[in-house]
């Protein structure tokens, strides 16, 4: 079977690439845990998150957005001492803070699904590309979402952590085209 190239032979990034990246998310609570992880992950491997996922879902109560928006700093400074987590003390109480815009963004949008996809018009963009290198880090799309969001108040959310959230989240499908996973939403 053909994956993409960073899938590797990791059964947990195998895993992660055939039932989750790519594949279109329309849950308000996973799409605000893939924008905390991939906040989580800037200068770290995906891969190191991934590993400790479980772990983020316990402490943040399972990204359920009310619940992180209202985290004391107490509860935050806490969490630091938690090795199961990234320890970082800006990706930490960034969770919280995100949270806080999101319930900002469901109050004004709706959902954070409607507010998320309205950047692609609803639909996946379906790229084609034939090798890693031709798939981007950044795009106009994610300039404008990152720009957009820090207006909102989220934090972690630079065009190439906007970007790869949209590609986790199947609003962008990077699959290659050689990939099992290329295009199968549309199918």
Not at 7 to 23: F, N, R
Not at 75 to 96: E, W
Not at 112 to 140: C, H, K, M, Q
Request: charge should be neutral; charged fraction near 30%.
């Amino acid at each position: 079977m053909q994956r993409c190239p960073w899938a590797g032979t990791d059964p947990l990034m195998c895993a992660y690439h055939d039932h989750e990246w790519g594949t279109p998310l329309h849950d308000d609570r996973a799409l605000f845990e893939f924008l905390c992880l991939e906040g989580a992950q800037a200068g770290l491997s995906w891969r190191t998150v991934l590993a400790k996922r479980e772990r983020y879902r316990e402490v943040f109560h399972d990204f359920e957005i009310a619940r992180a928006a209202a985290l004391t700093d107490r509860q935050l400074d806490k969490l630091l001492a938690d090795p199961g987590i990234i320890r970082n003390r800006l990706k930490v109480s960034s969770v919280r803070d995100n949270a806080r815009a999101a319930l900002a963004v469901i109050d004004e949008h709706g959902s954070l699904d409607a507010y998320f996809w309205s950047f692609v018009d609803g639909r996946p963009i379906r790229n084609a590309w034939r090798s890693p290198a031709e798939v981007p880090a950044t795009t106009p799309l994610s300039d404008r979402m990152s720009k957009t969001l820090k207006k909102r108040g989220f934090r972690f959310v630079g065009s190439t952590i906007c970007y790869a959230f949209m590609q986790a989240t199947g609003m962008v499908d990077d699959h290659l085209v050689d990939c099992f996973r290329h295009d199968v939403d549309a199918r």
